[in-house]
């Protein structure tokens, strides 16, 4: 990097230690300080000329030598240990502190500012009638003059301002001239066309117009940032301005006596040409534009090229990063909407097949319903037709009995089985006529008769219309009587239509065993008797045992499916329950649970 400074401007400055020994004594010690010969010697001797006689007052017991040099040999001589104090550019102090012990003591106060500023920057300048250069990225492929790719105001301020305006300074510029110090030699291969324009330190300009070596309408900022309480043009940031630097090995006595004697150097040569010195300013700002650039210190991180590619296209990234998000938002949303109406759809099948079966589940009970409504016609229709016949059959059998019993038949053979004959025929007539009467009453949806019946009569009543049936199926009955104390209160005609439908429906779940045994048991609940009808019958299938009080539900072949619902609606006119369920011996068991009191046989009817 510093192969770009130019060799042929080494100065080996000896006027004034020379000018300052001859005042010494033999004792005398030396001390050196090496300045970055940045312009023509001349000029930098005017402005160090107070400083130097500052130290040339307050520390007489030593001989002050100044050497001004280039940048590489500045650090030739820092390397060498010959100078005990440096002053160079922001710059080259970052660089020199990455690699020896450095630290400043003090920060220049720049001559030709008013307040003084402690800060230094760059300018990049233009001819007058060039008029074509007007922003950073008219710079793109010109020709452009610098001191030196190592010079800080020089050259790496404005570096750093192309590339963070997106001009690479290797591609894109058509052109770098470097000249080597003294910084006049660019105003030179402007004014003679080398280069489109150059890059000064700021306030240099201004200078070279104040001592008449220009004049200053010639040239015009190609930038300026028109900075407050800043005389000079600047197109860069501002940086403190250059340090007063110790080195490691320098004696920290002396360093304290050179600090104090700089704070109080005083400037008596005319306003803006000679240097003062202020407490140092932190470098922090300089080291960020060398950690930019990937310079000194921070040569060692390579520039990211992903990282430096990023930086260049930022805003179109944040624009396709946008885009892309809300193509991202729009699909999220998107999947959402469709997710939501899907599940619209699902709920809405959902509901739709949930209603049809409603529907079709009302309609079979409608269907179901209007067929025992209809059934119920039929049978009150049925039953008013048969009560004309009964009544007839009933009375032709009275007829039968009274003939049988006057003189005139007293001589008929077998009259007197005809008489028992007739007699039965009245009384199942009878039977046969307070059933359909019962049943009349009962689509009529009248309240049944109630009496008080003993228990065990009715019981054994019902068990002999069976009779019949359990011979033919060769049932075997197991009846332990019931307390014949035991009382219940109903209409007799609809407890005996309960009682043999049990008994009928037990016989023709046991048709096809092998084994067919019939249970009737009586016990008591509280206040209730319970009539329980247990067979070895086929069971009760867990399937249809919710259906079984179903009108119409039916397993036989021949059945009605009405039987158990005519008998539970009985029971429950009698403010009773009726259940049938799977009995643990096998069978079912039916189980008709009534109202039941004990007391004396005498008041109930046995008939
Ligand atoms: P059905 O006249 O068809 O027999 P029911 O209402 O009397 O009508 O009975 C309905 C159904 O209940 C029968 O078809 C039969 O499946 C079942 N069932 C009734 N009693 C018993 C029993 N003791 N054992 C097994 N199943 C029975």
Redesign the pocket.
Known sequence: MLGFAAPHYWIQGCLFALLLSSSLSASARDITLGVLAWRDAEAIETTLEPTLIALRNQLPDHVFEVEFLPLAELEQAVAEGRVDFVMTNPGHYVQLNDRYSVSPIATLQAPDLDPPLQVVGSVVVTLAQADSIQDWTDLKDRRIGAVSADAFGGFQLVRDKLERAGLNVQRDIGQWVFTGFPMENLIQILDEGQVDAIILRSCLLESLAREGKLVQSDYRPVIDLQLPNHPCWVSTPLYPDWPFLQLGTTDPHLARQVLQVLLQVQVETPQGVAYKWAAPLSYRPVYDVFERLRLGPFAAFPLNPFAAFVHQYRFWLLGLMLFMLLGFMHHLRAEYLVRRRTRELDQSLKEQRQAEAAAHQRQSELLHLSRFALMGELAAGLAHELNQPLTAIVNYANGCYRYLNTPQAADFEHRDKLLQASELIAAQGEQAGSIIKNLRAFLRKETPNTEVIALHPLLVEALEFMQASFRQHQVELDYSPCPPDWLIQGDRVQLLQILV??L???V???QAQPQRRLSLRVTEIQDRVAIH?I?T????PKA?ESH??DPF????P??????????QTLAEAHHGQLM?HDHPAG????LLILPGFKGPTENANDR
């Open positions: 439908n049990l009928a429906n037990a023709d779940a046991m009808v067979d019958g086929v069971g009760i249809i079984l009080f539900f039916t397993t036989k021949e059945g009605m499916g009405l039987g158990l619902r005519l008998s049938l069978g079912a068991e039916a």
